[in-house]
């Protein structure tokens, strides 16, 4: 049970003993990401004046075995207790999981390849690939994407889209911070508006709306209502300002007047260079 449920005059003796055997929870009782934080912040370089981000995979391999460290605790984490957990904790927590374990895939066969999908074999993805221990099950990150952050019908949040990363130049940037329940509403609301404000993926060009093939791969998860957001094109517009669109464009955009077009996607490594 929580920390803060405990009975107010257990012993400070018991108290410890009790974190001692949940070493993933912090003071507070709550799970703790700041080894994946402290290895963000070190590791992982903005560039293209923020917008995006690059993975020093090379020092990261050095600091490897911190990366285990947390990846186990992700691990030590039962349904049960996950969850007890707020919808937003829960939300970091699993998005934390997916980009750890991201990297930590690509450091397995790191420097010895140039995209994510050199680690995909025959017709298997590597997304496909079941070797994350997570929830007493052994799972892919196609499972924890799809299956768990998109597919629960409990989140159903489309600015997931620019938090979970795929170690691709054509994803939007690798945050260089953990995830946080307490602050992930401003968290992704900084994530998308910084995507949206970068030229070299989104631009106006005369009477057409060049964007990310996310909004063309995920095009169902713009649909589902967000704060009565029921299209792209709506949810687009909302960012407009972000978008750097015109009142009169705007409009268009949410009323689907204006074209899109979904630009190209790099699967490049983004590591740095």
């Not at 799970?31 to 993975?55: E, M, N, S």
């Not at 992700?74 to 999981?97: E, P």
Request: proline share 3%; aromatic share 12%; with cysteine.
């Amino acid at each position: 049970m929580p920390l803060k449920n405990l009975p107010v005059r257990l012993p400070l003796q018991i108290v410890v003993l009790w974190l001692s055997m949940c070493p993933f929870l912090n003071a507070s009782g709550e799970f703790d990401h700041g080894i994946w934080d402290q290895l963000l912040k070190q590791h992982v370089v903005a560039i293209d004046q923020a917008y995006a981000t690059r993975v020093d995979y090379s020092s990261l391999l050095a600091d490897r075995a911190r990366l285990l460290d947390y990846l186990n605790s992700l691990a030590a984490v039962s349904r049960g207790q996950f969850d007890g957990w707020t919808s937003n904790k829960q939300l970091a927590f699993l998005i934390n999981a997916y980009n750890a374990w991201t990297v930590e895939l690509i450091l397995t066969e790191y420097p010895e390849l140039e995209s994510i999908k050199d680690l995909g074999f025959l017709f298997r993805s590597p997304w496909r690939k079941k070797f994350i221990p997570l929830f007493g099950n052994l799972l892919s990150l196609d499972e924890i994407e799809h299956e768990m952050i998109r597919g629960w019908d409990r989140y159903q949040e489309p600015r997931i889209h620019f938090a979970v990363n795929c170690a691709a130049i054509g994803c939007p940037a690798l945050r260089a911070e953990a995830y946080q329940g307490d602050i992930l509403e401003r968290q992704l609301e900084e994530n998308t508006r910084e995507f949206l404000s970068d030229r070299s993926r989104n631009y106006l060009a005369g009477d057409r709306l060049w964007v990310s093939s996310i909004f063309d791969w995920y095009k169902v998860d713009f649909e589902q209502g967000w704060l009565g957001v029921n299209s792209v094109g709506e949810f687009l517009a909302r960012y407009s300002d972000a978008l750097d669109l015109n009142a009169e464009t705007s409009r268009d955009l949410r009323n689907g007047r204006l074209r899109l077009r979904y630009s190209d996607y790099d699967w490049s490594l983004n590591g740095l260079r």
